[in-house]
């Protein structure tokens, strides 16, 4: 069997811990692989199977992986009795969890040779076939722009010189690179969206896909929204409120985080349409929803003879159980890529994301239709 390591930047987290116990639960035939769209029974093949997957990853919290399983499994996120049950594989995971970067600490130049090393070393010792780093850390702030992201050969010449230069997201990215790794940028953060970064994947023939998973409201904007261009309905406004707990929502509070999350979530609505609409989406974090979050989306349109009509939804779901299936797809998706010779930004895959890398495309059935083809083209040159 094929195996692949999945490499989470944010190893402890929510969506990490819930996607390490996920896929062994779907190992161990205890559960099956529920809403992962690369299992659906008509998806192309070609790729890894779950089973496959190995699990590993960087963090600045040392909470063991069992006690955070054990923690989700209280706030109803994973079935209880499942830790127990799996707890050989969260520890197996957890041992391969490696301190990650905080800012203060080694130069970025260090700390990029470290990151990248933990990573080719994690490779080797299971003799993995292929390893894809992910990114489900916190969200950080837009980047502000500099003159050395425009180059490789500027931004290693800064860094060479103990500058501290790059967003933590894209220090990430630039060590996953350097071990030769593909690359998901799951968060709004700036992560490889640097041309430096860029220039480096095409350097090291690497993949890499984002960003902002696209897992509650936003997903049912991008279905709604092309209801409307279709029918010739005007859309006149769109406004939505977002009702975050849990970790994501304590980040977001942050009005500098928020922003990033913001921009992403209101791409989706005006690149349907093709116009701007008034309206925008509001974020507001509520400790006491814990792992839930909620939205409520109100639409007014215009229908013929200019006549005023509106639309409202609420979304209501756990944040960690709609993206640990996206990140198992993900993974499987961008390591099939890198083995067939991709290479560069994966814009097919932008079925999964708010602000897709790489296309314009925000449409969720067109998104899909790429994203099969190139699924098809993958298990195709299999063959």
């Not at 779907?26 to 809403?35: E, F, W």
């Not at 008509?42 to 990853?57: E, H, S, Y």
């Not at 109803?76 to 041992?95: F, H, N, S, T």
């Not at 200019?306 to 639309?311: A, E, I, T, W």
Request: glycine share 10%; hydrophobic share 45%; charged share 20%.
């Amino acid at each position: 069997m094929r195996k692949v390591g999945v490499w989470f930047i944010g190893a402890r987290g929510s969506v990490a811990t819930t996607a390490t116990i996920g896929a062994a639960a779907v190992k161990a035939g205890v559960l099956p692989a529920q809403a992962c769209v690369t299992e659906s029974p008509d998806f192309p093949g070609g790729l890894v199977p779950i089973a496959g997957l190995l699990f590993g990853g960087h963090d600045i919290t040392e909470i063991p992986l069992r006690k955070r399983a054990e923690q989700l499994s209280k706030a109803g996120v994973v079935p209880a009795g499942l830790p127990g049950l799996l707890g050989q594989d969260l520890d197996a995971a957890d041992a391969e969890i490696r301190p990650g970067h905080a800012p203060g600490g080694d130069t970025q130049a260090a700390a990029a040779a470290r990151l990248a090393g933990d990573i080719a070393g994690f490779r080797d010792r299971h003799r993995l076939d292929r390893v894809v780093v992910v990114n489900v850390s916190s969200t950080e702030p837009p980047a502000t722009p500099r003159p050395e992201f425009q180059s490789l050969a500027d931004l290693e010449e800064r860094l060479d010189a103990g500058d501290d230069v790059l967003p933590t997201s894209s220090l990430y990215a630039y060590a996953a690179f350097r071990a030769g790794c593909g690359y998901v940028e799951f968060t709004p953060s700036p992560g490889p969206t640097l041309p430096a970064l860029a220039e480096l994947a095409e350097l090291r023939a690497v993949p890499y896909a984002g960003r902002d998973a696209k897992t509650g409201e936003t997903l049912v904007k991008s279905a709604l929204a092309p209801m409307f261009a279709q029918r010739s309905l005007r859309v006149r406004s769109w406004s939505g409120l977002n009702l975050l707990g849990g970790g994501d929502g304590a980040t977001l509070a942050d009005p500098a985080a928020r922003a990033s999350k913001t921009l992403s979530k209101d791409r989706a609505v005006t690149g349907i349409l093709g116009t701007p609409v008034e309206g925008e989406t509001h974020i507001d974090y509520v400790e006491d929803l814990g792992e839930w979050k909620t939205a409520w989306d109100h639409v007014t349109f215009e229908g013929f003879l200019g006549v005023r009509m509106s639309l409202q939804f609420t979304w209501q779901g756990c944040d960690s159980a709609l993206a640990a299936p996206l990140v198992l797809d993900l993974a499987r998706l961008v390591a099939r890529a890198h083995e067939r010779g991709r290479h560069g930004v994966l814009a097919d895959l932008g079925f999964f994301f708010k602000d897709p890398l790489g296309t314009d495309e925000h449409a969720l059935a067109a998104q899909y239709a790429r994203l099969r083809a190139f699924a098809e083209d993958l298990a195709t040159e299999a063959s």
